[in-house]
């Protein structure tokens, strides 16, 4: 069973940026599309970005031009890159396939505010 770890969550003010990981323990890139997710308080999970096995990605409308998304096949990593950072950006932040396939981890924080 593949477990996903996110991490790089923090507290950052509105036009900042944060870099967030996510480690699997496994190596699933040859089988899986690989996405972030967000869910604020009292809203549905969310899919922001995606990054194909082909390395095609695709972003959110609220986000594009602001995040993207990468990964590392070596170290079984994805990432994701958040810029000009806005209050609306606020929720926790998943990781999964696109086809959400792995159990859950349990997401990092993502707070931004003056």
């Known amino acids: 069973q593949v477990q996903l770890v996110e991490s790089g969550g923090g507290l950052v003010q509105p036009g900042g940026s944060l870099r967030l990981s996510c480690a699997a323990s496994g190596s699933i890139w040859g089988i899986a599309a690989m996405a972030w997710y967000r869910q604020a308080p009292g809203k549905q999970r969310d899919l922001v970005a995606h990054i194909t096995t082909g390395d095609t990605t695709s972003y959110a409308d609220s986000v594009k031009g602001r995040f993207t998304i990468s990964r590392d096949n070596a170290k079984n990593t994805v990432y994701l890159q958040m810029n000009s950072l806005k209050p609306e950006d606020t929720a926790v932040y998943y990781c999964?396939?696109?086809?959400?396939?792995?159990?859950w981890g349990q997401g990092t924080q993502v707070t931004v505010s003056s």
């Open positions: 999964n396939s696109l086809r959400r396939t792995f159990v």
